[in-house]
């Protein structure tokens, strides 16, 4: 991102689905912005995110002295289950070392107690659950992101009711830039534990409206994006994915009224970009032209 859109007049990057915020924390890291906000409604992964901002040499102890077996594998899948039954932990280590211990040693990398072990339950092919475990490269990843922990706020809670509290209330919105990353339409609730509705993406849609901050949306390529923001710029650009099959796909992205963006801006280094539907004009400064 500081690549595409040169030094951004941006103080705060707010993420309401943090999954894993790269965006937020490589920008964060280069001292592009100066504090990072982090929503997500998976109860595992906000414990994640509050124990690598606030306990991350322990987490990091936890991660060098581990070697992921089944059992270890099974243990996480109970705990990231007790999580989703609503039941109570005595503090965030052990849920969040579970979240990694099913991020790292399952199928899909997805944080909730229905995936799969990497090469299955027998273990018996060519990949393991150790595949992916690199302990002295994902501790020191921890201990990072450890130290920007001060310029982390983490919430846990629903994205959309965060959006929907920057309705003009908190006062800063000019500092703020939303980078919002839903469930996508087409794939999103095969993929995420607590995917969403067509009435929850209305909702979305809904609580964007009415938010002061600049934010951008990206979805996957579906014409309903169209009926979903009809008055917003939409930029169809292509993403190269190596999952299953490598392959360049086109996605869309949606952009607030008083984001300001070249005409022939790309959204990543490589791969073209083209406007597919266009919204009103806006100045440099982001503001609608008169």
């Known amino acids: 991102f500081m690549a595409q859109f040169g030094v951004m007049d941006v103080e705060v990057w707010v ?35 509050r124990t690598v901002t606030a306990q991350p040499d322990e987490l990091a102890a936890r991660v060098r002295a581990c070697e992921p077996d089944m059992g270890t594998w099974h243990a996480a899948r109970e705990v990231l289950a007790a999580a989703e039954a609503g039941e109570a932990f005595a503090d965030d280590l052990e849920l969040a070392f579970a979240a990694l211990i099913m991020n790292r040693c399952s199928r899909s990398g997805m944080v909730n107690s229905r995936v799969g072990p990497i090469g299955g339950k027998q273990q018996n092919g060519r990949w393991h659950i150790r595949s992916r475990w690199n302990a002295d490269g994902i501790a020191e990843r921890i201990a990072g992101v450890g130290k920007l922990g001060d310029r982390i706020r983490v919430s846990e809670g629903d994205a959309i009711t965060r959006i929907a509290q920057l309705d003009g209330s908190v006062g800063i919105e000019d500092e703020l830039l939303l980078f919002v990353d839903p469930p996508y339409l087409v794939a999103g609730n095969k993929l995420y534990g607590a995917g969403m509705t067509f009435d929850d993406h209305k909702n979305l849609a809904h609580a964007l409206a009415g938010c002061r901050a600049r934010w951008l949306l990206t979805y996957d390529a579906d014409d309903r994006i169209f009926g979903l923001y009809p008055e917003h710029r939409v930029l169809a650009y292509e993403i190269a994915y190596s999952a299953n099959i490598r392959r360049v796909d086109e996605e869309y992205a949606v952009l607030s009224d008083n984001l300001a963006v070249r005409d022939d801006q790309n959204l990543f280094d490589t791969g073209a970009s083209r406007w597919v539907q266009h919204g009103p004009a806006v100045t440099p400064q982001g503001r609608p032209a008169p």
């Open 15 to 49: 993420e309401p689905f943090a999954g894993g915020a790269g965006a937020g924390l490589h920008l964060l890291d280069r001292d592009v912005v100066e504090e990072v906000w982090l929503t997500e409604r998976n109860r595992a992964l906000a414990a994640f995110w």
